[in-house]
C-alpha cells in the first residue's frame, strides 16, 4: 500500500520566491496534518484538516503561509514570500477516525525545504 | 498542558547491547494514547507503536519493547541487541484532546541513538 505522497523531497529557493509543497495521503484517511521540523522547535503542527475541510490553523507562523486541501486525495502548503527562517523540513502526515477518536498518524518522507 | 519529557538527547552503544530509551509523559486526560515514532538519517517518521492509557500489559514486537506504567507516567522504549540499523532518532509523542474532538500529538523532543559496530 502507498504511504503518504510528497513533493518534492528537496527544495532550494531564494528569498522573495513562492513555494509550494504538495502531499497525497494515504486512501481512506480523512485527516491531514501538516508539520514543520526544526532544530530549535522541533516538530510544530501547522494546520490539519478533516474531510478536506481546514479546523485549526493556528500553529501557521504567519500570513505568508497558506494550505489547501481541493480534495481526499490532494493538499498544499504555499509559502509567499519564502525567508530564510522558513528553511526546515515539512512532514505531511494523515490518518483516519474512528470512534471519535484520531488514529495512528502516518507521516510522509517530507520535504528539506532551503531558502537562501 | 500536555508534556513528554525525552531526558536523553544521545545516547551511543556498541552493537548486541541492550538500550532503553525513556519518556515521562504529563497530562489531565483520563483517556490518552502514547505513540513512538523513529526517524532514520534517511529523515522520515516511521511509526513504531501506539498504546492506549487503559492497555499496561507490556508489548513486545521482535528486538522491540515497550514497558508502559501509569503509576510512573512512563513509556518506555527497550530495543535488545541492537544493531546499526537502529540508529536514529526516536520521539515519544502522546495525545491531547482538544475542543474539537481531534487529539492533537505533542511530541517529545527526541532521544538520538547511535550503534556502532
Known amino acids: 500500500d502507498a504511504g503518504v505522497i510528497q513533493s518534492p523531497r528537496h527544495e532550494v529557493t531564494e528569498m522573495g520566491q513562492e513555494v509550494t509543497l504538495r502531499c497525497k495521503p494515504i486512501?481512506?484517511?480523512?485527516?491531514l496534518f501538516w508539520y514543520r521540523q526544526t532544530m530549535m522547535r522541533g516538530l510544530e503542527l501547522l494546520i490539519y484538516?478533516?474531510?478536506?475541510?481546514?479546523?485549526?490553523d493556528s500553529g501557521m507562523p504567519e500570513d505568508r503561509f497558506s494550505a489547501k486541501m481541493p480534495n481526499a486525495s490532494f493538499s498544499t502548503l504555499k509559502i509567499q514570500p519564502s525567508e530564510p527562517r522558513d528553511s526546515a523540513v515539512y512532514f505531511c502526515?494523515?490518518?483516519?477516525?474512528?470512534?471519535?477518536?484520531?488514529?495512528?498518524?502516518?507521516f510522509g518522507p517530507g520535504t528539506r525545504l532551503t531558502v537562501l | 498542558a500536555q508534556k513528554v519529557t525525552q531526558a536523553q538527547t544521545e545516547i551511543s552503544v556498541v552493537e548486541k547491547e541492550d538500550v532503553t530509551l525513556d519518556c515521562v509523559y504529563e497530562?489531565?486526560?483520563?483517556?490518552?494514547?502514547l505513540f513512538w515514532y523513529k526517524q532514520p538519517p534517511s529523515g522520515e517518521l516511521v511509526f513504531l507503536i501506539r498504546?492506549?492509557?487503559?492497555?499496561?500489559q507490556n508489548e513486545i514486537s521482535g528486538r522491540y519493547s515497550w514497558n508502559f506504567q501509569k503509576s510512573t507516567s512512563s513509556f518506555n522504549f527497550t530495543i535488545t541487541a541492537s544493531q546499526v540499523v537502529d540508529s536514529a532518532v526516536y520521539f515519544c509523542a502522546l495525545s491531547e484532546s482538544l475542543n474539537t474532538g481531534f487529539q492533537k500529538l505533542v511530541f517529545g523532543t527526541g532521544t538520538r541513538l547511535l550503534v556502532s559496530p
Open positions: 484538516f478533516n474531510n478536506n475541510v481546514p479546523i485549526d
Open positions: 497530562t489531565r486526560d483520563t483517556t490518552y494514547y
Open positions: 486512501s481512506g484517511h480523512d485527516y
Open positions: 498504546r492506549n492509557s487503559f492497555d499496561e
Open positions: 502526515a494523515s490518518s483516519f477516525s474512528s470512534g471519535g477518536w484520531t488514529d495512528t498518524q502516518y
